[in-house]
């Protein structure tokens, strides 16, 4: 060991280091507004670059350590050694693979002089990640600055030709969120856009306002969590469907509550407590989570050949209960997010990264049930239907209902896959017909199935709900008896072949 390691340090980390997201430099050519690291970039009291033989050191320790995957970051890691030709980069990533790290990669604005690609040290990167956040210039210049979507899509083509490994990485903004004039999400056509420059995958960043310090600096660019919870539903459709070509990283950010507590091991998982990773930055600072940059939280500081654990108010793990699965610790301090919990930023379901791999932690997914929504303004009626319902597998209640105000806004919400419903509701005028246009116009595709408890509803408003949602409007419950409602989610298993 070069280091002189605090005790602390090491027993934190003992058998669980896997990879390092190294902050080389705090220098960047671009000034977007989203940046989560204006504040390390924008003001440093002496470093803004870590010394090349510093960095050699940690990268040897680490990887004595565990780690086998390797980040180079910034500000923008391209900028390291410009003065001397990037030669310091190239040595450095050279070393990495000589220390046996199995996957380096840098992450890149892409506006480095492609010159750089052509690099035998750079050609031994086992993947180039490029920075873009729109599939338009239109979109992406405002962003991060203008002619760098060119500049950018200028080098995925040429390393494309070079045969590298190519990702992309885009922050979802609230113009990804937008539709196009044929009714397409922008964050939809970005997919689309990374799938024909040939990229390999692409990787996703929420810009929620969650009431941590990254608030504060990240720009104006967040979306209301109903909108984000429409939009992701519609992209994991399609990522399940295998209509995407390439594979899509893209974070959940929020679960209910009723489906955290339904599985805490799976919706708990938090970079601080799987001990996975570290951040290293220029000012000497060692982190975990990615949401304290900018701020003075760290685990421990490295300087004078040491690693010091900070054993103040200051160390980012105060806060956390580290032996139970809890919501982010670090955005659910003040939670505003009424009936839904946020998760942690890189909690990316179904995702294939390799620490996410070895970790198995999609083998704690619990298998997928029907989520139903119960409407009706007798709570008598809703017991007996929520008794019946809660007799068959495979199916969980995730609200209830009195008015059809409040049914349109839990489906709204939730996006349940069926709903069983009073048609009329005693004091509105407001019908299940209205309910179903409401939701049609909201879900679009992903409307829910629709099953009305009445005697009989006009015929008229039969073919209309038939009209607006087709095979989803699904039925008329006239008695509630157990095998009326085995029969209905029965049928609905066969029809989408559920097993």
Same mark, same amino acid.
């Given at each position: 060991?070069? /280091? ?96 046996g790290y199995e996957y380096v990669r840098i992450d890149t604005n892409g506006q480095f002089d492609s010159k750089l690609l052509e690099q035998p040290e ?41 045969? /590298? ?20 999400? /922008? ?16 990787n996703f960043h929420n810009l929620f306002k969650t009431g941590v310090p990254r608030d504060y600096f990240s720009g104006n660019l967040d979306v209301p ?266 049928? /609905? ?7």
């Amino acid at each position: 060991m070069y /280091y002189q390691i605090d005790q602390k340090f090491k027993d934190y980390f003992q058998g669980n280091l896997r990879q390092i997201f190294f902050y080389i430099i705090d220098d960047c050519n671009l000034r977007c507004e989203q940046c989560l690291y204006k504040l390390e970039i924008g003001f440093q009291l002496e470093r803004r670059e870590v010394d090349f033989n510093d960095a050699i050191k940690l990268l040897s320790d680490f990887r004595e350590m565990g780690a086998i995957k390797l980040t180079l970051m910034g500000g923008e890691p391209t900028l390291y050694g410009i003065k001397e030709n990037n030669k310091p980069l190239l040595k450095l990533i050279k070393k990495a693979k000589e220390l046996g790290y199995e996957y380096v990669r840098i992450d890149t604005n892409g506006q480095f002089d492609s010159k750089l690609l052509e690099q035998p040290e750079f050609k031994m990167l086992d993947e180039v990640t490029f920075s873009i956040d729109g599939p338009i210039k239109e979109i992406n210049d405002p962003i991060r600055g203008y002619g760098s979507f060119d500049k950018c899509v200028k080098n995925i083509k040429k390393a494309k030709e070079l045969g /590298y490994n190519i990702d992309i990485t885009s922050c979802i903004s609230k113009y990804l969120l937008n539709r196009d004039e044929n009714g397409n999400l /922008y964050l939809d056509r970005m997919i689309k856009f990374a799938e024909d420059l040939g990229i390999e995958r692409i990787n996703f960043h929420n810009l929620f306002k969650t009431g941590v310090p990254r608030d504060y600096f990240s720009g104006n660019l967040d979306v209301p969590i109903k909108d984000w919870f429409k939009a992701w539903g519609e992209i994991e459709d399609k990522v399940d469907n295998n209509e995407y070509s390439i594979p899509v990283r893209i974070p959940q950010s929020f679960t209910t509550k009723e489906k955290f507590k339904e599985n805490p091991e799976y919706y708990g998982y938090c970079s601080c407590k799987s001990k996975s990773r570290i951040l290293i930055h220029p000012n000497g600072m060692l982190r975990v989570c990615s949401l304290m940059i900018g701020t003075p939280y760290a685990i421990a500081r490295y300087y004078d050949d040491k690693i010091v654990w900070d054993n103040s108010p200051t160390n980012e793990l105060r806060a956390h209960k580290m032996d139970e699965y809890t919501p982010c610790t670090n955005q659910f301090k003040h939670n505003k997010f009424g009936n839904f919990v946020p998760v942690c930023v890189s909690f990316k379901p179904k995702q294939q990264e390799m620490i996410w791999k070895e970790l198995n932690w999609e083998e704690r997914r619990l298998e997928n049930k029907i989520r139903i929504i119960i409407a009706d303004d007798n709570n008598e009626t809703k017991r007996q239907i929520t008794n019946i319902l809660n007799q068959i597998e495979d199916i969980e209640i995730i609200a209830t209902a009195n008015t059809p105000e409040d049914t349109y806004q839990k489906i709204i919400e939730y996006t349940p896959e069926l709903v069983f419903s009073k048609y009329a509701f005693e004091g509105t005028k407001i019908n299940g017909l209205d309910i179903i246009k409401k939701s049609k116009e909201a879900l679009n595709d992903n409307v829910p199935a629709f099953n009305f408890i009445a005697m009989d509803i006009p015929k008229e408003d039969f073919i209309e709900a038939k009209r607006t949602i087709g095979d989803k409007m699904n039925t008329i419950i006239r008695e509630n008896t157990e095998a009326r409602y085995e029969g209905i989610i029965n049928d /609905y298993k066969d029809y989408f072949n559920i097993k």
